[in-house]
Structure formats: structure tokens, C-alpha cells
């Protein structure tokens, strides 16, 4: 298991498809790309830039009941990949129990963010997707890529988010 840093949420072009990044911190840097929805690309990239929103979205919901419950949550974990589907665990402590909750990576990275959790990939993990950015080279279309997703956040505001029912 190796402990990764969270690069951030790129959208791969031409298929506006939202990833995340996560970079393995030391030994070979290797990336690793998780494809994942608008609407976690979104939570994620808010907290990222520290944004707060008029309401609570689901991922502050989440660590406001973990502090609440006096859970602490020691680490999040990208457990592997069956079927093209990343998994992951959330590895929570409660007094002088531990627990692992399954989830979604991106629900997971999301609310590491917010709760200053360290993040993991299994080795299987690493070897089987992550790659080297030498391995990729230079790419203007990246660049491109990283601007229209900056123009996105710059665009977006919390009251998009608001519940108008």
C-alpha cells in the first residue's frame, strides 16, 4: 500500500469525461487516473479551492457526522480494481474500535478532502493502472484540458447546488 497525493480533478477531452489524479508520494511517482461523475468531480474540486456553499453538500454532511459521532477517520484506501470499477474502504476509528466501510473512490477522496485524510492505493492497484508522466510526455491538449476545467470552477457558484424543490 502506498500513500498517494491527490494531484486533482482534470476532465479528459474529447470525452469531457471528469478524473481525478492521485500521484504515489514517494518510490516511482506512479499516477493514477480514476474516472468518476460530474457531480463528484464537482464536491471535490469545491473543497479543493475551499469553497463553502449556502447549504451543506453531502460530503460536509458526512464529516460533520462523523465529528458529531466522534468518529475518527484514519485514512482512505483505493483498494483495487475488478471489471474496469475502482473500490475503496474508508478506515474509520471509534474509541478503541476500528472499522472499513466500503465505498465509492470518489465519495471517499471527497471526504478525505474535507476531513484532511491521508489517502492509499494497493500496490495492485498501482502496478495494474498508475503510470509515470514521463511515460505520457508534454501535451498542449492537457494544458487545454486543465484551462476549460479552471474556466468550469471559475463559473460555477454554490447556489447551484441548492436544493429548489
Known amino acids: 500500500m502506498q500513500e498517494m497525493d491527490l494531484i486533482g480533478v482534470r476532465v479528459e477531452m474529447p470525452t469531457n469525461a471528469p478524473m481525478v489524479l492521485l500521484r504515489e508520494r514517494n518510490g516511482s511517482q506512479r499516477i493514477v ?5 460530474a457531480q463528484e468531480a464537482t464536491a471535490i474540486a ?4 475551499g469553497v463553502d456553499t449556502p447549504r451543506p453538500m453531502t460530503h460536509d454532511l458526512m464529516r460533520d457526522l462523523l465529528n458529531v459521532l466522534a468518529v475518527d ?14 473500490f475503496a474502504e474508508l478506515h474509520l476509528q ?10 465509492r473512490p470518489s ?7 474535507r476531513t484532511s485524510s491521508d489517502i492509499y492505493a494497493a500496490d495492485e492497484v498501482l502496478d495494474e493502472v ?9 501535451s498542449e491538449q492537457s494544458e ?4 476549460e476545467f479552471k474556466e468550469f470552477l471559475d463559473n460555477i457558484s454554490p447556489e447551484d447546488f441548492e436544493d429548489r424543490s
Open 33 to 37: 487516473p480514476i474516472y468518476i461523475g
Open 46 to 49: 469545491l473543497a479543493l479551492d
Open 73 to 86: 477517520m484514519l485514512r482512505v484506501v483505493i483498494t483495487s480494481l475488478r471489471d474496469k470499477t475502482f
Open 94 to 103: 471509534i474509541g478503541e474500535q476500528r472499522h472499513l466501510v466500503s465505498c
Open 107 to 113: 465519495d471517499a477522496i471527497a471526504l478525505a478532502v
Open 130 to 138: 498508475g503510470f509515470r508522466e514521463s511515460d505520457i510526455g508534454p
Open 144 to 147: 487545454e484540458v486543465v484551462e
